[in-house]
């Protein structure tokens, strides 16, 4: 029992109050609170920026004019600084209300985040229901959103221009409040660039990473990304003829034609026809592609493959080479003019408890994950879901229910060949199940908090899995431990996926921050910034070259892999983008949002412009199809191996969709659109 406080306590309550008082001086009795706070504000590059900036005139309602002041100068500014000047006035004005909440000033702090904030709610608005709640200087370092902007520098790329620009405004106006906040708070990298030669925008939101910009950019520098894919479609298509070819030679058609004949040699002039066609196209694209800094998507270069060994690979079981065949001959050619058929599955009776939705590759099978911890098994081609004896494991009409878990689960992901899939749940652990007896065969812990999404390599035997923890992990389905822990992320982990040649996976988390790490070394070789808000879903590209990411906002991003540069931005959906998928010829991308709505993007319209093939009817932002339900929320969207659009979403009445004003009355009376068919699911049978 501590002596000194009994002893203060009995002076308080005897009102001996100077004695009081020196007791409490000379035995440095606080709390661990203001011990912390104090010790805080002792550090000493604080105490040189105060002496250093100290202005004895300025007063709690400095912040409120310095800022005023500032933000109005960057406002009328010429256009050719202000979208880059724009980043700096975030982290400032986080900064000038954590330090008046700091120095107490109550109601300063309160009357300066009325005043400012709804100028950043747009890009910001999660930020700042946080920030609200920062009321006390005790909060600066207990709040989880401002104890990460008071640890971490704010990482902004300004033009040399720009910066002088800023410096200069701020020196002559003697903010001294303000160059503190830049100098210790802000982290700026000057770049020997005009501010609209596409240097400065690569990080003309600004972020909160953990790491420097030239950190960062380090990485660009230090690690080489073999996106490249293995084997090419063409080679891989090619050989599966030749060797059916050989295996069906001597065999004839009920007319007495050779069946090779029949079967593949027309087949082969199909294929060759269309390769030769893509590459013209694809030629005439890299002539314009080249035009650019030579980064992954831009190039023309044969893509760097890493080495089939590079990490180990377990012999995982390939689909039947037939129905691979018949998957690329009766595969759709998409584009802008030529978009997919689509199904949107709806789940009724659903109570709200429906958490996640996943399809198997050929999307025969989805699996669907619930908030009783319970897991759902579909079929959807009508083929009943069938075990490896039928006695021991009953065949299941449509449906088959799974329990296991003691948790939500939030994630689900099917293997290569569907004939296993892995859970991940509030509960902390990752299940492997199998689909051929319907059984959990291993339980993976290691997360100390939820796990919020899995993904499974799409060549087998290892998936990965993104948590609450701020960590995902890479691990091997025969072993229960992980074999990699990505650390490095200053928020939850939202979602986690593998790269098509299984080296690499990129998370996405709710510091605003996208991270590529290397499988085999578990170093993080490229981090992307760019977006305003969490990132809530990841794909890649088919050739492995691009990234696109989703928000909760809303916004989307696509991403050069190698150069980590920004390439497109897609704008449009209301609410958060739960999940992202390229079809098979990687034309086009689908988003699927909280907002009940699909999007179809045209990721080529970039490398169009108007002296070149650009179509004069192509919509603004890459935008080719919009699709709507009336009253269904958007989990999951998957082209399958014929380039067929699923999604799937739960029916919720109370949630009536955000664009019904933005429909005709005959998109009204129709949930979707002409989208396709609109299957209807009851989780109650």
């Known amino acids: 029992m501590d002596t000194d406080a009994i002893v203060l306590a009995y002076l308080k309550r005897k009102q001996y109050e100077r004695a009081e008082a020196a007791l409490n001086h000379e035995g440095r009795v606080e709390s661990l609170d203001d011990l912390a706070f104090r010790a805080y504000s002792a550090v000493d590059t604080n105490v040189a920026n105060y002496i250093l900036f100290h202005n004895p005139k300025e007063g709690p309602q400095a912040y409120l004019e310095s800022y005023a002041r500032l933000k109005d100068w960057i406002t009328t500014s010429l256009e050719a600084y202000r979208d880059e000047l724009s980043a700096i006035l975030f982290p400032v004005f986080v900064h000038c209300y954590l330090d008046l909440v700091s120095k107490e000033h109550a109601e300063e702090a309160k009357t300066f985040l009325a005043r400012f904030s709804p100028e950043h709610a747009a890009a910001h608005s999660a930020d700042l229901a946080q920030l609200g709640s920062v009321t006390h200087k005790q909060h600066v370092l207990q709040n989880k959103l401002s104890s990460t902007f008071r640890t971490n520098k704010y990482n902004v790329r300004l033009s040399s221009y720009g910066f002088e620009l800023l410096v200069r405004f701020l020196q002559e106006a003697d903010f001294m409040l303000l160059l503190a906040i830049v100098n210790e708070r802000i982290n700026v990298l000057v770049a020997e660039a005009k501010p609209n030669d596409g240097v400065v925008p690569r990080f003309a939101a600004g972020a909160l990473t953990g790491l420097s910009v030239e950190a960062m950019d380090e990485l660009v520098e230090a690690h080489q990304v073999h996106w490249g894919t293995f084997p090419s479609f063409k080679e891989s298509t090619h050989a599966l003829i030749s060797e059916f070819s050989e295996e069906l030679k001597g065999l004839t058609d009920d007319e007495g034609r050779p069946l090779v004949f029949n079967l593949f040699t027309e087949a082969q002039a199909e294929l060759d026809a269309s390769f030769a066609a893509a590459a013209e196209e694809g030629a005439g694209r890299s002539k314009r592609r080249k035009r650019g800094d030579g980064s992954a998507a831009e190039t023309g270069d044969a893509p760097p493959v890493p080495e089939l060994k590079r990490i180990p690979l377990l012999e995982t079981a390939e689909l039947s080479e037939l129905e691979s065949f018949a998957e690329v001959r009766s595969r759709m050619a998409l584009s802008s003019t030529a978009l997919p058929s689509a199904a949107m599955y709806t789940f009724f009776n659903t109570y709200d408890t429906l958490n996640c939705a996943s399809f198997s590759r050929s999307g025969g099978l ?247 093939s650009r179509r004069q009817d192509t919509p603004p932002g890459g935008l080719v199809k919009a699709f709507y339900t009336k009253s269904t929320p958007v989990f999951n969207v998957k082209f399958n191996p014929r380039n067929v659009l699923l999604a799937a979403g739960p029916f919720r009445a109370s949630e009536p969709s955000p664009h019904v004003d933005d429909l005709s009355p005959a998109a009204k009376a129709q949930a979707v659109g002409d989208a396709g068919a609109a299957i209807s699911m009851d989780t109650t049978k």
């Not at 996208?514 to 981090?527: M, P, Y």
């Not at 086009?588 to 169009?608: C, N, Q, T």
Request: proline share 4%; hydrophobic share 40%.
């Open 366 to 612: 989805m699996a669907t994950g619930f908030g009783d911890s319970s897991i759902r098994l579909w079929d959807l081609e009508g083929r009943h879901l069938t075990g490896l004896n039928p006695e021991l494991v009953p065949i299941a009409e449509n449906s088959v229910v799974l329990h296991g878990h003691s948790g939500p689960v939030y994630g689900l992901s099917f293997s290569p060949d569907s004939r296993f899939f892995v859970s991940a749940s509030q509960d902390g652990t990752a299940r492997l199940w199998s689909m051929e007896t319907r059984t959990n065969l291993v339980v993976y812990s290691g997360h100390s908090f939820p796990i919020w999404d899995v993904a499974v390599s799409p060549l087998g035997h290892y998936f990965a899995t993104a948590s609450h923890d701020t960590t995902a992990r890479l691990w091997s389905t025969n072993m229960v431990t992980p074999l990699r822990i990505f650390a490095g992320h200053l928020s939850d982990v939202d979602t986690v996926a593998f790269h098509p040649n299984s080296n690499y996976v990129a998370t996405g988390s709710s510091d605003k921050s996208v991270r590529l790490w290397d499988v085999q070394s578990g170093n993080c070789v490229r981090v992307y910034t760019g977006h305003t808000d969490g990132v809530a879903s990841l794909a890649f590209s088919p050739d492995g070259a691009k990234l696109a990411s989703g928000a909760h906002n809303g916004a989307v991003i696509e991403w050069d892999i190698n150069s980590a540069k920004s390439l497109k931005s897609y704008t449009g959906h209301k609410g958060a983008v739960w999940s992202l998928d390229y079809a098979h010829d990687g034309v086009l991308l689908a988003s699927a949002s909280a907002d009940h709505s699909i999007r179809l993007w045209d990721v080529e319209s970039r490398f169009l412009d108007a002296s070149t």
